[in-house]
């Protein structure tokens, strides 16, 4: 079993910044991967960002340059820093963990970001 605490979430102005946390714990895999996803009432839930247990990073091409997500150096802990906030990036941002080997993957609760114009 591996379970997913999302903090970080909040109001913040449109320019500002905030920075999303993640805490995986349980029975984590040495090979994982670990992302970002966000999700506005209506549409599919999409990708923000990825992070395997050895570092490598992927970005959705619509989130390249603002959004950077980094392992900490507990590597259970993943992080979101967002700069230059909009309105439009107002979401709930998931945590999500994938271990392949084991076919498992587990979802955050989700924290609501709300960026006011």
């Known amino acids: 079993q591996v379970q997913l605490v999302e903090s970080g979430g909040g109001l913040v102005q449109a320019g500002g910044s905030l920075r999303l946390s993640c805490v995986a714990s349980?029975?984590?895999?040495?090979?994982?991967?670990m992302a970002w996803y966000r999700q506005t009432p209506g549409r599919q839930r999409e990708l923000v960002a990825a992070?395997?247990?050895?570092?490598?990073?992927n970005y959705a091409d619509s989130m390249k340059g603002r959004f950077t997500i980094s392992r900490g150096d507990d590597a259970n802990r993943v992080s979101l820093q967002i700069n230059s906030l909009k309105p439009e990036d107002t979401a709930v941002y998931y945590c999500?963990?994938?271990?392949?080997?084991?076919?498992?993957?587990?979802w955050g609760q989700g924290t609501l970001v709300t960026v006011s114009s």
């Open positions: 349980g029975s984590i895999a040495l090979i994982n991967v």
């Open positions: 992070i395997t247990s050895g570092g490598t990073t």
């Open positions: 999500n963990y994938k271990d392949e080997y084991r076919n498992l993957e587990v």
